[in-house]
């Protein structure tokens, strides 16, 4: 089975997000929307959804999935409001409640916040499967970016969130809070066991050195062949070297402090204070 894909690209923040569709039908999965946030004035702006919503809306689909395929630290998930709009239940990966309890801490949630994942509509685990109208998606966990990731495969297409990037770029960093190379490495196996005709839709794309377009498309052959991290049989252990060398020197995204406060709770807000208006913390010499 052949899903359509079309990629909604978010410059400020370098993600792409998917529609999936049945090519038989009308129902269709979208896949790490962005809620856009300019941090400096605390707005939100909901163009890129926007843009989602719009394409869904002129082809007449019926939104049956939000998947995202980890707590993004990078951009806020638009995944609530898309679903307000055109429906479709919100999934993620079952170890979200390692993330909720490891973040849940570091920005000092009360016991209202809870850390079972009931935020979400789905919790998916390895080997799972679901479909979209009838077209079968099977879960493939791979953590090791962070320890919720998860890997879509939609008919012939996956959809790797952080952890294999553009063969030129590389890989997914893994110095967040439960990340691993080691863990990365074993992850991105198991996706470049798949067929090598299988399509592979990447999270992010920065360019390249000697790219200057962005690209999100690719396949587990191309993988294998040619990523600059992992491709060519590379030993794991120059891998996780190179890694965690190349993690040491990375500055924390941007919008991090935002991203986690929201994404670990499905995308929607902390609760308003007793004024009735919403605040995100930010913790002092914590991340
Ligand atoms: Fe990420």
Not at 88 to 101: A, L, S
Not at 214 to 228: L, S
Request: with cysteine.
């Amino acid at each position: 089975m052949k899903p359509e894909v079309t990629a909604f690209f978010d410059e400020a923040t370098f993600t792409i997000s998917y529609v999936v569709r049945d090519p038989q039908g009308s129902a269709c999965a979208v896949v790490d929307s962005v809620l856009d946030f300019d941090y400096a004035s605390g707005r939100t702006d909901t163009r890129s959804a926007d843009a989602i919503i719009k394409y869904v809306q002129d082809n007449n689909l019926t939104v049956e999935w939000l998947l995202e395929s980890h707590v993004h630290a990078d951009h806020l998930s638009a995944a609530p409001y898309i679903q307000e709009r055109v429906g479709g239940k919100i999934g993620i990966g079952d170890n979200i409640t390692v993330v909720q309890d490891t973040f849940g801490k570091v920005f000092n949630e009360g016991t209202k916040f809870q850390r079972d994942g009931s935020q979400f509509d789905k919790l998916f685990k390895e080997g799972d499967s679901f479909h979209i109208g009838q077209m079968r998606g099977d879960v493939l966990h791979t953590p090791g970016h962070t320890p919720a990731c998860l890997t879509y495969v939609i008919g012939d297409a996956a959809f790797v969130g952080d952890t294999l990037f553009m063969p030129d770029f590389g890989t997914a960093r893994c110095d967040f809070p439960g990340g691993s190379s080691e863990t990365l490495f074993n992850s991105i196996q198991k996706i470049l066991s798949l067929p090598d005709e299988t399509r592979i839709f990447v999270g992010h794309d920065y360019k390249a050195p000697g790219r200057d377009f962005y690209a999100w498309e690719t396949t587990v052959g191309e993988q294998k062949r040619f990523n600059i991290h992992v491709g060519e049989g590379k030993p794991m252990e120059d891998f996780v070297r190179m890694r965690d060398e190349r993690d040491a020197t990375l500055a924390m995204p941007r919008l991090i402090i935002p991203s986690l406060q929201v994404n670990m709770r499905a995308g929607h807000m902390p609760e308003p204070d007793e004024n009735g208006d919403v605040f995100l913390k930010v913790p002092v010499n914590k991340i």
